[in-house]
């Protein structure tokens, strides 16, 4: 049963809706070429027996005019991902460039999240950070034992070691070298599990499709590729939709229903409002502050969760 309720969440958030290529070749694409991921990602938390997630966001939106701002793909599922998961005793925390900081906290205080979790800020590109890595880089300040690091829409490298947006523009200096984080992970003993969440090409975690697949699907993919891979991927339609569907899998992995709160369609056009007005975040292809995300109007965005609340029930409902 729950196979098929996994199963049925990778189709609700498969939908290239933005039509960015993401399954330009029906047999060949990002959408198939980790298949099994979301699942698997899934289990991983599900099956930890104190699962600690470190959750990485935020991907400055560049038009060329300062200052620059975040968009609303990512936040919005970072704190998804808290307010699901933390009530299940899995302990979830944020990490952010100080430019994204500001908004996640304004969600934080929304959500009623604000001690819940901590955030923590990315250093700068010429800080120390080998040093940074080995000591003190953990977001919890109790210095707990994580279990996995996340990537949810946030810009990677290519092999050149620049960070490009959709469009092929360079952004590396208005962005803090997260990738780090998921390299040093992988060297670790024992390793943290990994997973990224992306729906371009361009994120980290996208290293673990093949570049010729990229290429093949994805506009500009020779340019804007991402060569950081993660554990497990979660492609989807739209970043944050991963975000749900990763929180509803674990949660129907640990015989749990969420609550109807979180599927509450108002109360996440609400909560993207305040975020957006007082953050401020931007839609990542407008860049415009409006309640949007990825070029869609609310209404068509949040059709995936909607049809999560669907399938799932919650708790009191």
Request: proline share 7%.
């Amino acid at each position: 049963m729950s196979d098929a309720l996994l199963d049925k969440l990778r189709e609700i958030i498969q939908q290239d809706v933005g039509n960015r290529g993401l399954a330009r070749d029906p047999v060949d694409n990002l959408f198939t070429a980790c298949r099994d991921d979301l699942a698997d990602a899934c289990r991983s938390i599900a099956e930890a027996p104190h699962a600690a997630l470190a959750v990485v966001t935020g991907f400055p939106i560049v038009t060329g005019d300062l200052p620059f701002y975040n968009e609303t793909d990512g936040p919005l599922g970072a704190l998804f991902l808290a307010r699901a998961l933390i009530p299940l005793g899995i302990k979830v925390a944020l990490i952010c460039d100080p430019s994204c900081r500001r908004p996640l906290e304004i969600g934080f205080d929304a959500c009623e999240l604000r001690g819940a979790t901590d955030v923590a800020t990315l250093p700068a590109r010429n800080h120390a950070w080998a040093a940074f890595l080995d000591r003190d880089w953990s977001p919890y300040r109790t210095k707990i034992p994580m279990t996995h690091l996340i990537a949810l829409e946030r810009v990677g490298p290519g092999p050149d070691d620049r960070c490009r947006n959709m469009r092929g523009r360079d952004i590396t200096d208005e962005t803090n070298p997260a990738h780090l984080l998921f390299e040093h992970a992988a060297r670790r003993t024992p390793p943290l599990c990994t997973i990224g969440i992306g729906d371009g090409g361009n994120e980290i975690g996208m290293g673990k499709i093949p570049l010729d697949t990229i290429c093949r699907n994805i506009p500009n993919g020779e340019i804007i590729a991402c060569r950081v891979p993660t554990d497990r991927l979660i492609v989807a339609g739209v970043s944050n939709w991963g975000a749900y569907a990763l929180a509803a899998g674990v949660a129907i992995l640990r015989g749990r229903r969420l609550p109807s709160a979180l599927f509450d369609i108002e109360r996440e056009r609400e909560l993207l409002r305040v975020m957006v007005e007082e953050g401020p975040l931007v839609d990542g292809i407008t860049t415009r502050p409006t309640v949007s995300v990825d070029g869609l109007s609310f209404e068509d965005y949040i059709q995936p969760l909607r049809r999560m609340g669907e399938l799932l029930g919650s708790e009191d409902g």
